[in-house]
C-alpha cells in the first residue's frame, strides 16, 4: 500500500461496488484514486445508474474504516495487499476472481511458498480429524505449506498437524481480521501465528460473520494452493465448493476414501468418480505434485494392540459398529467388551460415535 489517500480509495470502491465494477473500473483509470476522475460519460458506459450513485457517494463509515485500518496496519506482522502490488501471489492472481485486497496478520512470505489445501467436513470422524492431522503433518513436513480455513473439524486439525511437523501454515478466513471465528478456535489461531504461521482475508476490517462470505474464500483456499486435498466430506458441502473451484483453476484434486456406510465419505467418494485422485498416503499426493522429486514419506509401524484386543480391533473392522454387533462377532460378554472398548478408547485406539457406534481409529 503506497499511501493514505490509495487506502482510502481502495477501502471506498471496495464498500461501495462489488468486485466485478471495480475491476472494470481500474482497467479503465489504471489505478483506485484515478477511478473517481473518470468522465462522466465512461463511468455511464462502464456502471448502473444505482452503481453510479453508489461511486458518487463515501460510504458513511468511511472515515471509521480508515482510522481502524490505519491503526491495525501500524502494528507489526499486520499489512495489506492489493491487486497489482509486485508481491500479490501469482498463483491468486492467475485464477478467474483474485481478491482486490489481502489483509494480513503473520509472516507473508508463506504466499510465495509451495502450497497445498486441507478441507473437510466440520464434524469429521475421529478418523477423519486423525487423517487430516497424519496428512498435515506428512506434508508440511516435506516442505508443503497446508492452506486451510480455520474452521472447526478437519481444518482445525489440518492447522494443527502442520504445526505439529514445525510446518507451514495459512489460514483463509470469512471475517475480518480483528476477529476469529469460530471463537473455539482463538487458542489455534495464537498457536498459528506464534509458530510463524499467516492469517489471510478479503474482508476489511470490522466485517461480521456472514455465511455468503465462507463459500467466496474457498476460493482464495484454492487458490493459492497446488492441489486440493479433501479429507471428508458430505455430498453438500463447503469442501466439495472448494474441490470445484480447484479444478477450475487447473489444481489438482485428491480425495481420501471412506466407509461406504458413511455420509461424511459420500462427497469424497463422488469427488473420486468425477477425477479426483484417490489417495491413501502423503505419498500419494507428493507424487501428483512432484513425480521427479517427491519425499518419501516414513510409514510408521501401527503399535501393538493391548494383549488379547487385536481380536477385538480385527472384529471391527473401520466402519462404525455397535456393541451388539461386535458381541455377535467375538462372542465376548457384554461387560468385558464394555472394559475393553473402554481401555482402547484411552488409548486412542477407538472412537465413541453418537448413536452407541464404535469405530477403529487408524494412525494419526
Known sequence: MADRGELAAWLRLTESLGPGPVRRLLAMAGGPEAVFELPAAALDQTLSPRQRQALATPPEHLAELMAQAETWLAEAGHGLLVLGDADY???????????????????????????????????????????????????????YTIVSGLAL?????????????GGATIAVVGTGLDQVYPRRNEALAARLLAAGGLIVSEYSLGTPVMQANFPRRNRIIAGLSRGCLVVEAAVQSGSLITARLAVEAGREVFAIPGSIHSPQSRGCHALIRQGAKLVESAEDVLEELSPSGAVRVPVEPEPEAPHGHQALLDAMGFDPVTLDALMARCGWPAAELSAALLELELEGRVARLAGQLYQRRGLG
Open 153 to 165: 473439524g478437519v481444518d482445525a486439525a489440518a492447522h494443527e498437524g502442520a504445526l505439529d511437523a
Open 89 to 143: 501471489p501469482a498463483p491468486l492472481l492467475a485464477t478467474a476472481d483474485p481478491p482486490l485486497l489481502l489483509w494480513l496478520q503473520g509472516r507473508r512470505e508463506l504466499l510465495g511458498t509451495p502450497s497445498l489445501a486441507i478441507v473437510g467436513s466440520r464434524n469429521p470422524t475421529a478418523q477423519g480429524g486423525d487423517n487430516a492431522r497424519a496428512f498435515a503433518r506428512a506434508l508440511a513436513g516435506a516442505g
